[in-house]
Nanobody, 117 residues
Framework: QVQLVESGGGLVQPGGSLRLSCAAS????????MGWYRQAPGKQRELVAR???????TYADSVKGRFTISRDNAKNMVYLQMNSLTPEDTAVYYC???????????WGQGTQVTVSS
């Protein structure tokens, strides 16, 4: 059983930056594909970025060039650096861990990101 705890959300002005962090515990971190998803009011949850333990990262087209996902397997942490934020990035951001063995998904509780002037 994997537990995920996000942090780093908040209110930021358009054009600003935020860094989200996700601490994972309870599993073999390197065995999970880690990702960030987001859900805006009235919309479905969508993939923002995904990073396997080794291999190519994946980004949603809407965040390419602005967001960077990274992971530290030694610290069981995954990060999302978000730059050039726009109001369209406003959402609850969720950390996700997908087991490479069972394909089971684990979710954090979410952290609110609000981009507004």
């Amino acid at each position: 059983q994997v537990q995920l705890v996000e942090s780093g959300g908040g209110l930021v002005q358009p054009g600003g930056s935020l860094r989200l962090s996700c601490a994972a515990s309870g599993g073999i971190f390197s065995a999970y594909i880690m990702g960030w998803y987001r859900q805006a009011p009235g919309k479905q949850r969508e993939l923002v970025a995904r990073i396997p333990s080794g291999g190519t990262t994946t980004y949603a087209d809407s965040v390419k060039g602005r967001f960077t996902i990274s992971r530290d397997n030694a610290k069981n942490m995954v990060y999302l650096q978000m730059n050039s934020l726009t109001p369209e990035d406003t959402a609850v951001y969720y950390c996700n861990a997908r087991s490479t063995w069972t394909q089971h998904d684990y979710w954090g509780q979410g952290t609110q990101v609000t981009v507004s002037s």
